[in-house]
Nanobody, 117 residues
Framework: QVQLVESGGGSVQAGGSLRLSCAAS????????MGWFRQAPGKAREFVAA????????HYADSVKGRFTISRDNAKNTVYLQMNSLKPEDAAVYYC??????????WGQGTQVTVSS
């Protein structure tokens, strides 16, 4: 079992930036994929970004491509989400997730991101 704890959420004006962090603890082995999802009020949880173990393989939702960057530091068991040029529609609770090719098995508690126009 892996525990995931997010941090870095907050309030920002449109056009601003935030960096989210997710610290993982527990039994972490190679090939553990990490990612970010988000859920806005009244909407389903949606995929934002994911990164493979080595950090060279990344995937993004079309809505955040070119604005968000996912990265990871395996020495610190931490994944980051750098969010630039934030828009009001990016406001949501952001969740860190981890798992393997078969699916996402671990979830954080979420961190709130608020973007004012």
């Amino acid at each position: 079992q892996v525990q995931l704890v997010e941090s870095g959420g907050g309030s920002v004006q449109a056009g601003g930036s935030l960096r989210l962090s997710c610290a993982a603890s527990g039994r972490i082995i190679s090939s553990y994929v990490m990612g970010w999802f988000r859920q806005a009020p009244g909407k389903a949880r949606e995929f934002v970004a994911a990164i493979g173990w080595s950090g060279t393989s990344t995937h993004y939702a079309d809505s955040v491509k070119g604005r968000f960057t996912i990265s990871r530091d395996n020495a610190k068991n931490t994944v980051y989400l750098q969010m630039n040029s934030l828009k009001p529609e990016d406001a949501a609770v952001y969740y860190c997730a981890g798992g393997f090719a078969g699916g996402w098995s671990d979830w954080g508690q979420g961190t709130q991101v608020t973007v004012s126009s």
